[in-house]
Structures are given as C-alpha cells and as structure tokens.
C-alpha cells in the first residue's frame, strides 16, 4: 500500500496516567509544532544533516545558496561556486534581467568528473555552469516540463507537456513524439499504480541515443467519481480506478530512436491482464530486458527485446511461485563484463544476488530451491550463479567496486532491525562488511565505486555521516573508515521519554517478532499507564528498526509527554523477513496479523505498569484497516481507537496490490468475505473515530462511508471526520490541525473509560 508507514496521528484517547514530576516539569515541553512534520518548529527538531552528492571521486556538498567539496579525512567544506554568481552570470546573458535567476543549490549535480561544471535548474530553465570560468556554458528550456529525464551523455530530455510525450535535444529542439495523450491514453509516466517498484514512465539508454517509454491505455478502467469542492459549483473529477477483479489497463513499450525520429513497439503480444516492468536497457544500447507478469502474478519472465526493432528475442529466466512473484528491481549489468549482469530474486525465501552468464547458454530444466519448499519454481536459460544467500535480504544494489570487481550491498544480515553495507565479491562470493555493523544505513557510491558515503543512525545516535573507502586507505586514512559529520541531538533540554525495543514470539509460537515501546517522560514502574497500540502491519513496511529511538515518531514522543505508553509491533507480513514471513497472510488480510497483534496485547498485560482497562489503538492506510479490524474483533480489550484513511473490504481496492495478496474476489470469496470490515460494523463497542482524506485516490472515500452506513444499520456509532480535497494523507500544516482536533475530541473519549 502506497502510504506505508505515512501519516502520524493518534488521538489524546485518555485521561493522562498521573502529572509529570517536578524534574520533568524542569525542562522544556514539546509542542505539536515541534514534533508535527508539517509543524513550525519541526525542521529545527531534526538532527542536522549534509547533504551529499559525487563529482566523479569527489565528495561535494550542496547548501541552499552554494556548493563546494569536502575533505574525506577531516569533514571540511569548501564552496567553490555561489548562485550569486550563477545569477549574476544569467542576468549578464539576459541583458540584467533575473528572470532566470536560479532559487536553490540543494538540487546541484556534477554530471562531469572531467568538468568544473554544475547542473542547475528551475521551473524555467536548467543550465550547466562553469564554476571555474564563472560562464554559463549550456542552457535548456524546461517550462511546463512534468515527468522530465534528463541523460547526462545526450543532454537531452524527455518529459510530459500537456499529457504527451516530448523530447528536448541538447540543441534546444522539441520534439512532440505523441498526439494522442490524455487522461485516457498515458505517456512516460508510472504505470500499474506504482506497484513492482515502479517510479518512472521513461529510460533512457545509456548514451541517451534511444528512449524507452511506457504507454497506457486506460480507457477501459472504470472512472472513480471524485469531486473538487473548491469550485463555486463542485466539479467532477474523476480517477481511473481499476478494482480488484475489474478491467485493468494495457500497457505498452515504445522506443524512440534520436538519430532516425522513428518509434517502434515492443512485440509483447497482447498486454492484456498483463504487467510489463523493471525495464533495463543492455550495454549496447540497443538490447531491452524487462520482467513480464501475469495478472495472477504467479509467473514472471525475463524477456530480451531488440530496441531497434522491437522484436522478442528470448527468455532469459522464468520463475513461478504457489502465491505470488514480485519482480521489484530491473537487472544490473556488470561494468567490467557486458556479458553478465546482476538479477535479485526471492526464489529461495530471501531476496538475493544471482549473476546470470549470457555467453553460457544451458538446458532449460525447472527447478525447485534447495532446502525448505518455498513454493518457487524456476527456469535458467542461461548459467545463473547465486552471489548472496542465508535468511536475511538484500535491500538494496548500490553499486559496484570497479577495481575490486565487487557488487556494494544494502542488507539485514546484522539483524532485521538493521540494514549494513557489504561489498560482495563477484569471482566467489564472499562479503566483506564495510560499515561499523550497527543502526541503519543508506548512502551513495562513487561512480567508480572508490569511495561510499554512509548516513546512518543508531537508536542513540541521531545521525553520523562516515567516508568508506573500497579502494585502499589513501582517501579516508587510518581504517577506511572515518566519520566526516555528527549530529548533535536536537532534543537536549528537553523532557524525553525512554525508548527500548525486544521480541516476542509470533501466534505460530516460533517466529521472532519485533516491538517497540516509549515509556512516559518520568515513567514510575509502580504505576499503570493507558496505552496506546500503533499498528501498520502490512507489506511493504516496517515500523522498529535500530536507527535513533527505535525508530519512533516524533509524535510517540508527544502521547509518552502526555503520560501514555506507546506499543508497536512488526506482525508477520511486514517487510525484511524473507517470503514465508510475508506470504503468511496471502488471501486472508488481517487475520494472522491481528493474532500476532494480539500476542503483543497479552505481552502488554503482564506489565505490571500497563492498565489493560485503558487500551486504545490507532493505525493509518492499511493500519486503519487494522485499527478496525481489533476494534470490531476484539471489542472488549480496545476501548477506543483512530483509523486513518482504512480499508473496508478489499474488493473495493486496487487491481495490481490487491489481487496480489488476495486474488480475486471471484476466485476468493471466502477471503473477502472473511477479511470485510462490514460485517463487523454490528460489533463496534468501544469509541471509533474514522479520518479521511475526501479525495483519497489510494482507498477511495467509499470504503470510509460504507463502513458508516454499515455502522448507521447496526446502531454503532463511530465519529468520522474528513478533510477536503486532500487524499491519502494530510499535507502541511494540515497534520498540525489533525492532531489538534483529536485532541479537542479528548473529554468524551475520557467517559468511555
């Protein structure tokens, strides 16, 4: 589901445990505004950052008004370029005019490691600017440009303008490649609702010689009756909203040629009930590989087209699974060897690398993984080694170490609640851990995968940015490692809470499951304290990891200041724990998820300090969906509760996620049946209060009000509150109001307890 672990927001539910003491009253309170992401003081709550980015080798910042480099030993910056000059040199070109005066340099990239220029832009224009000769050196249009990619190599940019697909040549030329977009036929855009790791509609081959784009017909979807109230008289305006078990759209691939002008189309075949994804271009720049779907999504193909011609060409490797495939990465080919290229796969229960050899053809026998029955079987058309295996996953393909010929890795091996860099050797296999092997880590390699900058946290540990070197000693000194930036904690002189994190055991009594609690600003253990459940518990999503506090919300914070405990748990079917942990819930959301909840209940009950009398719970988007769910299900332990933008019945989501952890409401009746929240609307107990977005384009309004009407037959009575013309969560200040309201709405709830 598209919001994942989204919005934050839970209400004052209860009447407060006890009153701070009088050390906690010492220091300073937070306020929602401190604490709120659309709040005044949020920014200024954050632990500081910088803000990175590679020229070639070299480690460069970029600040609101400059950008310059940083020493990898010692940390320090050194501008070399200002907008004031980039401005100066624009309105020198314009005859003094500053209409194309660039507004930020946090947005700065250095395309060219042999270059002083810098690639700069704004609503009008983008530039290449030579900080060295103080010279504009290179200027292109972007007005009304949306979906724009821009290839280093050509200079040329392919982009949306008024629903269809155009082409900007380095020499300023457009080119209109389509005249028949619109809301019905879509251009260069995202395709099947984001889903299978989808985020572009356009992908340039290397040089940016050729451009493959998406193309989807979606006139046969059903259009979603949303409706803009802001007008003087409200305005329909539909989405196209393909429902599980309903029409979806057809996509197809087109390929625009630079040098002849010419399109063709990838010989697919029929794109009906069909998924085309991952698109990667060969390093020939001709050759297309891309992974195709069936609608069920239990058979999964990697396909090679010709991109001159777009003919098929062959299948590369075939995988199929008793529940489901998701192809979420398009392959990666090495940079030394254009014959073999990186595939991530799930085949053996664990996300991993194989390296697949397209010099060495093989018999296509299907297998079956070696050890536990995943339920995968697989086909090899050409020599696939595996690069990575155990049970844990890869995260992430970061790059690659050019000189050391290895593959530079994003995993969970430390733990679940942790994400490390490796580099995995390609000859053999074997890792190598290079961070400091705690907390959770995200960075960028060098392109020639030298040197990688890591940002990490820890749960005590804000944020610390360390240079690692995969190229020797000479760059960092001393280890390979050395730590560039430390954040201080923007939260000194502040009233905290105690966070921790520990495990329980799942409702199957064998899997480890995750949670984190935040005890009250001067917790006393002798007390007993209201307790709030957040709950996500979806796929796609965790909540606890060991970056800073456990990787609370901010908002935690703000209900442990008011005097609650906060409980969160990661149920089997959420993220990072291999296909067995995930697919556990297929065809019956929410039930193996409310027992695992449930184990967490029965943890909190035997606190001494947690009052079971005084139990809320809250979750947004698939939480919503949960909230509900152990409202209605388990009514006498959940005396109140907040669902957020929730599922109602799944037949009223979407085609592509919906069909893949349900299939059909046709060939799943039992499970929809099982799984609607309607049918439970006669078991509300407790106080339920439902917030919406009014233009939710994610889980359409409908499921809000029929759960509603539901309620108004059974003689329940949730609160329901909605924001117009937002959708699946509250942007701004917005967020501020939100938790402001629910607050307002604190004296009745405190009745029903």
């Not at 356009?202 to 949303?226: C, E, H, I, K």
């Not at 329909?236 to 996509?251: I, L």
């Not at 690398?353 to 296509?364: G, I, R």
């Not at 990688?452 to 490692?481: C, F, H, M």
Request: negative net charge; glycine residues 10%; contains cysteine.
């Amino acid at each position: 589901m598209k919001i994942k672990n989204g919005i934050l927001v839970l209400s004052l539910l209860f009447s407060a445990a006890h009153t701070p003491a009088i050390m906690a009253q010492q220091l300073k309170q937070f306020t929602l505004e401190d604490l709120n992401f659309g709040g005044t003081n949020y920014r200024q709550m954050t632990p500081a950052n910088m803000y990175l980015t590679w020229w070639g080798d070299r480690l460069m910042y970029q600040d609101a008004e400059e950008w310059g480099t940083v020493d990898m030993r010692t940390g320090e910056k050194k501008a070399v370029g200002t907008l004031d000059k980039v401005n100066e040199a624009l309105a020198s070109l314009d005859g003094g005019t500053t209409e194309s005066k660039m507004r930020s340099a946090m947005g700065a990239s250095f395309p060219y490691p042999d270059s002083t220029m810098v690639l700069l832009r704004n609503t009008k224009e983008r530039i290449l600017y030579d900080w060295q000769s103080g010279r504009v050196v290179w200027r292109q249009t972007c007005e009304g440009e949306t979906n724009s990619d821009w290839n280093t190599r050509s200079r040329a940019v392919a982009f949306v303008r008024n629903d269809q697909l155009c082409v900007t040549g380095a020499d300023g030329k457009t080119l209109q490649l389509t005249t028949d977009g619109s809301r019905e036929i879509v251009y260069g855009q995202a395709v099947h609702r984001n889903e299978f790791g989808i985020m572009s509609g356009t992908f340039w081959n290397g040089d940016g010689s050729r451009l493959a784009f998406y193309r989807m017909d979606q006139s046969m979807v059903t259009d979603y009756p949303q409706v803009n109230t802001f007008t003087r008289i409200a305005e329909e305006e539909p989405d196209k909203y393909p429902m599980a078990g309903m029409a979806s759209h057809k996509v197809t691939v087109g390929v625009y040629d630079m040098a002849t002008g010419r399109t063709v189309y990838l010989n697919t075949g029929d794109p009906t009930d069909r998924y085309f994804t991952n698109i990667a271009w060969g390093p020939d720049g001709k050759t297309i590989y891309m992974f195709e779907l069936n609608r069920d999504q239990n058979d999964c193909e990697l396909v090679e087209y010709d991109g001159v011609t777009g003919e098929r060409r062959q299948t590369i490797y075939r995988e199929t699974n008793d529940k489901y495939v998701e192809p979420l990465h398009p392959i990666v080919f090495l940079p030394w060897d254009n014959s073999k290229f990186i595939m991530q796969s799930q085949r053996d229960g664990f996300n991993h690398l194989y390296l697949v050899d397209l010099k060495k053809a093989v018999y296509p026998d299907v297998h079956v993984p070696q050890g536990a029955d995943t339920g995968s079987r697989y086909t090899e058309y050409f020599k696939t080694t595996q690069l990575t295996s155990g049970r844990w996953v890869v995260q992430e393909l970061a790059g690659f170490d050019r000189k050391g010929r290895r593959a530079v890795i994003l995993s969970t091996e430390k733990s679940p609640l942790q994400s490390n860099f490796y580099a995995v050797s390609i000859p053999n296999g074997r890792r190598t851990a290079l961070d400091n092997g705690r907390g959770v880590h995200y960075g960028e390699l060098s392109p020639s995968g030298a040197v990688l900058y890591d940002k990490y946290s820890e749960p005590d540990v804000p944020r610390n940015i360390d240079v690692i070197s995969l190229a020797g000693r000479a760059v960092t000194g001393k280890s390979g490692r050395n730590t560039i930036f430390s954040a201080t904690d923007p939260w000194q002189g502040y009233a905290v809470p105690e966070y921790s994190s520990g495990t329980i055991k799942a409702a199957d009594g064998v899997t480890d499951l995750y949670w984190r609690m935040v005890k009250p600003v001067d917790f006393d253990p002798s007390k007993k304290y209201p307790t709030v459940v957040y709950v996500y518990g979806g796929p796609h999503a965790h909540n606890v990891d060991a970056r800073w506090h456990w990787a609370s919300r901010s908002w935690e914070t703000y209900m442990a200041q008011k005097g609650y405990i906060l409980f969160i748990l990661d149920n089997r079917g959420s993220e990072n724990r291999g296909t067995a942990f995930e697919q556990a819930t297929f065809r019956h959301l929410g039930q193996e998820e409310m027992k695992d909840q449930m184990k967490g209940v029965e943890f909190l009950k035997s606190l001494p300090y947690v009052d079971a009398d005084r139990m809320g719970v809250h979750g947004w988007s698939y939480g919503g969906f949960m909230t509900i769910s152990l409202m209605t299900n388990y009514p006498d332990v959940f005396k109140v509760g907040v669902a957020g933008g929730p599922v109602i019945d799944w037949k009223w989501y979407e085609v592509m996620y919906g069909e893949r952890y349900m299939d059909t409401p046709e060939t799943n009746p039992e499970g929809y049946e099982q799984t609607s929240l309607l049918r439970k609307a006669k078991d509300l107990k407790g106080k339920l209060q439902i917030i919406i977005g009014m233009n939710d384009p994610t889980v359409v309004p409908q499921h809000a009000l029929q759960f509603l009407d539901a309620c108004t037959e059974a003689g329940t009575q949730p609160d329901f509150f909605v924001y117009p013309g937002e959708g699946h969560n509250m942007m701004g200040h917005k967020s501020v109001h939100l938790h402001e309201r629910i607050k307002i709405g604190r004296a009745s709830c405190r009745e029903r307890v």
